[in-house]
């Protein structure tokens, strides 16, 4: 008989270690704060010690946590590239990518019959998340511009596609009230209104805000009249050329950089290194094109 904890206070555990927060774990699991919270205290009562140690808001690991995070970190990578590789067995030969569902939708989904016309051999199978951590989905290939969750040692071997620039947009009409308008901002991405009042000295929509768990729905709501959202002018490249969006203040590169994550591990499909290839390229030409709707 296994004297082990259940497998679910490991996985609390290993997540809240590796992200510094309960808060993080959480998004990462798919659980409340209270919820991983109750796990941690379990395992903790299981083990006859603390694991952690209050740091600011965060919590960091004491010598018995990084002595169970050694074993239990090392003992989850093995299962993780182990089910991958079990998957892939299954599934077949090809290529699994996976991305945003705002990217895949907006921007990946439309632009692969180009790819195809060239490889229609090389079966691409996506994994759309929104989540910003998605190592578990066990893809070849992680497309994403921020990799700040992710160790260091994967951030060292991420492969740059192209840089990003964001800019807010409305929809036409809305310009002329949007200073002291309603600012739409997305749940994880935040920041990029800080980066982007810092580059251009620009404060817009000051007089409320409303927070969306995704990307296109911050899209929908500026096209609805709801407000001004800050996006990757590669998402809205549609609206603006049809005229349905605008984006008076233009867009400024901020810094993050369009990345290729592959995964580490294990023997990756041979299509991997044409398929980043035709990403850059593709994201170039299009980036040489001008944008409609847009003023400096």
Same mark, same amino acid.
């Given at each position: 008989?296994?004297? !082990? +904890?259940?497998?679910?206070?490991?996985?609390?555990?290993?997540?809240?270690?590796?992200?510094?927060?309960?808060?993080?774990?959480?998004?990462? #699991?798919?659980?409340?704060?209270?919820?991983?919270?109750?796990?941690?205290?379990? #395992?903790?009562?299981?083990?006859?010690?603390?694991?952690?140690?209050?740091?600011?808001?965060?919590?960091?690991?004491?010598?018995?946590?990084?002595?169970?995070?050694?074993?239990?970190?090392?003992?989850?990578?093995?299962?993780?590239?182990?089910?991958?590789?079990?998957?892939?067995?299954?599934?077949?030969?090809?290529?699994?990518?996976?991305?945003?569902?705002?990217?895949?939708?907006?921007?990946?989904?439309?632009?692969?019959?180009?790819?195809?016309?060239?490889?229609?051999?090389?079966?691409?199978?996506?994994?759309?998340?929104?989540?910003?951590?998605?190592?578990?989905?066990?893809?070849?290939?992680?497309?994403?511009?921020?990799?700040?969750?992710?160790?260091?040692?994967? $951030?060292?071997?991420?492969? +740059? !596609?192209?840089?990003?620039?964001?800019?807010?947009?409305?929809?036409?009409?809305?310009?002329?009230?949007?200073?002291?308008?309603?600012?739409?901002?997305?749940?994880?991405?935040?920041?990029?209104?800080?980066?982007?009042?810092?580059?251009?000295?620009?404060?817009?929509?000051?007089?409320?805000?409303?927070?969306?768990?995704?990307?296109?729905?911050?899209?929908?709501?500026? #096209?609805?009249?709801?407000?001004?959202? !800050?996006?990757?002018? $590669?998402?809205?490249?549609?609206?603006?050329?049809?005229?349905? !969006?605008?984006?008076?203040?233009?867009?400024?590169?901020?810094?993050?950089?369009?990345?290729?994550?592959?995964?580490?591990?294990?023997?990756?499909?041979?299509?991997?290194?044409?398929?980043?290839?035709?990403?850059?390229?593709?994201?170039?030409?299009?980036?040489?094109? +001008? #944008?409609?709707?847009?003023?400096?």
């Amino acid at each position: 008989m296994r004297t !082990l +904890p259940p497998l679910s206070l490991l996985r609390a555990f290993e997540a809240t270690a590796r992200t510094g927060s309960v808060t993080r774990a959480a998004e990462e #699991l798919h659980r409340t704060h209270g919820a991983v919270s109750r796990q941690l205290k379990l #395992l903790q009562e299981d083990v006859g010690a603390a694991l952690f140690d209050k740091e600011g808001t965060g919590l960091k690991l004491n010598r018995h946590g990084e002595d169970l995070h050694a074993l239990v970190g090392g003992v989850f990578e093995q299962l993780e590239h182990g089910y991958a590789r079990l998957r892939a067995q299954v599934r077949g030969s090809g290529l699994h990518v996976a991305c945003s569902a705002t990217f895949a939708m907006r921007w990946l989904v439309p632009n692969l019959e180009d790819f195809y016309r060239t490889r229609s051999d090389i079966r691409i199978r996506l994994s759309m998340t929104s989540a910003r951590e998605i190592r578990t989905e066990g893809a070849d290939l992680v497309i994403a511009w921020d990799l700040s969750s992710y160790a260091e040692a994967d $951030r060292a071997r991420a492969i +740059p !596609l192209a840089p990003v620039a964001f800019g807010p947009v409305c929809r036409p009409g809305y310009q002329r009230k949007a200073k002291a308008g309603t600012r739409i901002t997305h749940d994880f991405t935040s920041s990029a209104w800080t980066h982007w009042e810092q580059q251009t000295g620009r404060h817009i929509g000051t007089g409320g805000q409303i927070a969306l768990p995704h990307t296109h729905l911050c899209i929908e709501a500026a #096209l609805s009249g709801l407000g001004v959202a !800050l996006v990757e002018k $590669r998402l809205v490249r549609r609206e603006l050329d049809e005229g349905r !969006l605008v984006a008076p203040w233009g867009f400024v590169p901020l810094p993050f950089t369009l990345m290729a994550l592959p995964a580490a591990g294990r023997t990756l499909p041979v299509e991997l290194d044409e398929f980043v290839a035709w990403l850059r390229g593709r994201l170039e030409s299009q980036d040489a094109k +001008p #944008l409609a709707g847009v003023r400096g």
